[in-house]
């Protein structure tokens, strides 16, 4: 069974993104590496400052992202690698769209982007009495055996 391990710094990034742009959506890439088969989540980064927060889409700043992915590449001098992405399901469900599917079909098949089977988190947000609060967090992967966004189990990193 495939696990993604999260850092809670990246968890908590997520949440708070997701509750600031709620009822919109945003996300960002996601950082870590891969060890005996499970994806350990190092970092989230947000979409960068020109990115696009519509009510059911988001559209990343790649320039910004592009920076990011540099940065973390050089920092963590190459173990760190950019291995997916993260966005929200305001109010929805933390299951793949059809765009998301067709997505992570794309990256996956991008030669130049190096990430055969990526990470794809989906926050969503629910409304209580005190307002707006995370809900679930859905982990998936692509997978290039059944050309589709596949579930993964998550646990926080302690």
Do not use: N
Not at 49 to 77: F, G, N
Not at 116 to 145: A, C, D, N
């Amino acid at each position: 069974m495939q696990i993604h391990w999260l850092d809670p710094a990246a968890r908590s990034l997520i949440e708070r993104d997701a509750l600031k742009w709620g009822p919109r959506e945003t996300g960002g890439p996601l950082f870590g590496y891969e060890s005996c088969g499970e994806i350990v989540i190092t970092r989230a980064f947000p979409p960068g400052p020109r990115a696009r927060h519509l009510p059911m889409l988001y559209r990343p700043d790649r320039e910004a992202v592009d920076r990011t992915i540099a940065q973390v590449y050089e920092e963590s001098s190459g173990q760190e690698l950019w291995i997916g992405s993260w966005h929200t399901h305001p109010l929805g469900r933390p299951r793949p769209s059809l765009l998301d599917r067709a997505t992570a079909r794309r990256i996956g098949s991008e030669k130049k982007v190096r990430c055969p089977e990526p990470v794809m988190l989906i926050q969503t947000t629910r409304l209580s009495r005190e307002g707006l609060r995370p809900g679930p967090l859905g982990s998936f992967r692509w997978s290039t055996e059944h050309r589709d966004l596949r579930p993964v189990a998550i646990k926080d990193l302690s």
